[in-house]
């Protein structure tokens, strides 16, 4: 529970556009900040103090990174496990530790703790050969979708069955690994809870967004939701209950499936900071990158309070070519500094902030 002072050095694992966007609330707050990351010209390893250009398995430089860091973060889950381990090996504190990295890592581990503490998801099978899926298929229901146990994101290594026929395609599609097998969930929209838990055991969340993804990619982010508020009550005090089970410290975003009658689904939920919480800065009291950092510091938390409706728009590919010109006067613009707009790849987000609140 130590607190981290203004001046101190924060660590960041990962160099992309959130870790960039946590060195910008970090250096508000009086912090100096590292990145560590094996890419060259990463979004947030131009604008750090010092950036360390390692891999995630190279022991030595992840130690010395380390101490050269009061507190050590991270902006994507899928650093391995055993990073995290040489990191706390030197004594500085990382946040989240470990364990919220290794249940987000793995989709069968993470539903199998979510399930256990109470949260309920799709129902879903283990898929370890291709010959799992048909018996998984016939008891599941069509369609049913595949998705890969590790390193899926943004719809990435999923794969739809909507008949025996498609099971071989499938199975290809996601490369023949360990893979869960979930049920298609008939919901009537998607909304995420972005919840703070410091290391002092303090907890927040915000107003939950309602997500639009297409192709797998989320597209908007909208506040207020349109669900009641006994459904977006209960979807928050679900992820402070996951936060306070998994001892998390940090920024943590969980994701639903609501259906017509409210139930609610968890999906999944990634250990950090979060696209569709990208709003937040801009509508709300404490933005979830502020928050964040606050977190980790064992710093008291901010006040979560949204100060207006908002609608967070992704800039994707081409979209992120941005003309100054053609932007709309309320727009704030965020742009990540990457170099190249691919197709699929996340440039920047514009935030609306449309009616202010008065309650
Ligand atoms: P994921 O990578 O698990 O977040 O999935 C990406 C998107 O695919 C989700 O946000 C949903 O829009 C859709 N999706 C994922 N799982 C299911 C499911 N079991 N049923 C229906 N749609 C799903």
Redesign the pocket.
Known sequence: MTLVAPGSVIGILGGGQLGRMLAGAAQRLGFDVDIYCPEEDAPAARVCRQHWKGTYTDAALLAEFARACDVVTLEFENIPVSAAAIIESTGTPLHPGPRSLSMSQDRAEEKAFLNAIGIAT?EYRLIDAEADIGPAFAELGAPA?L?TRRE????KG?AWIRTAQDIAGAWRQVSQVPCVL????P?ER?ISVLVARSSRGETKTWAPPH?V?LD?ILSTSTVPSGLPRDVEHDAREQAIMLVDALGHVGVLAL?F?VLPDGTLLA??FAPRVHNSGHWTPEACQTGQFEQHIRAICGWPLGDTRRLFDAEMVNLIGEAGLVEPDHLEPGDVLTLYGKREARPGRKMGHITRRLNPRRD
Request: charged letters at 30%; hydrophobic letters at 35%; glycine letters at 14%.
């Open positions: 799709a979708l998705k899926g994101y943004d719809g999923q979930e049920a298609a969930v919901f998607e997500n993804h797998g994701e499936f999906n999944e």
